[in-house]
């Protein structure tokens, strides 16, 4: 797969995308982990919802 | 399962941890395919090889319309129809909205380089798609800053309800005046005009591309359901007495 002539602009324009994909998801996956963990830190200390279930309980 | 039992949050929760690594596979292989079509793609007999740029760039360009679109569908959720998660999806989408849409922004800039001569013009395209990131950017910093979450979400979908207007104006902004950017290739009356082995790499790509949002947007939702009642309980907590010694 030749790129020619243009090939800086070709890679530099698919890192780029491949790096804000990847700081996207690492963003979601590092949020998901710091509120569970808050979350089951302040119940664990005694702060229940009023129905009684877990925040992160799925039923 | 309807609209209305998705309304509820825990169900909600529920359904997109069940279909989540599901639709990450999926997106995965997909963009798999993708990526090896357009390395596999021809070069162009005009553009070279930067066509490959094309591959990334219409899929992100695409996507940063529709993003803010689902906001505008959900914004009046928000103010019509008061559904309890039509603020959230309002929410997890705007930072990936925001992203697809600067990344538009910079391969669009990137493929101009070469082929135009210039990285900017300040056309009537260009110029649409630089004030939709900066209305996503505005939004996010809405959100963040007003505390109360329920005025928060009032204000944002007004505002993302008004900056809908500049959505056809991106989409058209080809046709109403004489812009640098060439005109539609794909969508347009009487068939795209690509190429085959054009075309079919870049609507690969665009699907991945679809589903991977779908998946970033449901895992931001869930996050914010759980940020949601984070903030509930740090409230809880807050408003129990103190025993005094």
Known sequence: MALGPYASFIVTSYALVAAVVLILIVWIAIDHRRVRARLHELESSGVARRSGRGATDLT | ?245
């Open chain 2, 1 to 245: 399962m309807t609209l209305t039992e998705l309304a509820n949050p825990t169900r909600f929760l529920s359904l997109a941890t069940r279909i989540l690594p599901w639709l990450a596979i999926v997106t995965g292989v997909l963009l798999a395919i993708g990526l090896y079509q357009s390395a596999m793609a021809p070069d162009d007999y005009q553009q070279g090889a930067t066509v490959k740029i094309m591959f990334i760039h219409v899929p992100n360009a695409w996507l940063s319309m529709f993003v803010w679109g689902v906001m505008s569908v959900a914004s009046l959720g928000t103010l019509v129809w008061r559904h309890p998660l039509a603020d959230v999806a309002a929410k997890a989408a705007a930072p990936i909205g925001a992203a697809f849409t600067f990344l538009a922004l910079v391969t669009g800039s990137l493929w101009g380089r070469p082929m135009w001569g210039t990285y900017w013009e300040w056309d009537a395209r260009l110029t649409s798609v630089l004030i939709l990131f900066l209305m996503y950017l505005g939004l996010i910093a809405l959100w963040r800053a007003v505390e109360d979450p329920s005025r928060a979400a009032r204000a944002a979908a007004v505002l993302t309800l008004v900056g809908a207007i500049n959505i056809p104006i991106i989409k058209f902004s080809v046709d109403w005046w004489n812009t640098l950017h060439q005109p539609a290739s794909v969508m347009k009356m009487g068939g795209s005009s690509l190429d085959k082995s054009f075309l079919i790499p870049l609507l690969v790509m665009a699907v991945a591309f679809s589903l991977l949002f779908i998946t970033l947007h449901l895992a931001a939702m869930r996050n914010e359901i759980l940020r949601r009642r984070l903030r509930t309980l740090q409230m809880l907590q807050a408003s129990k007495p103190v025993a005094l010694p």
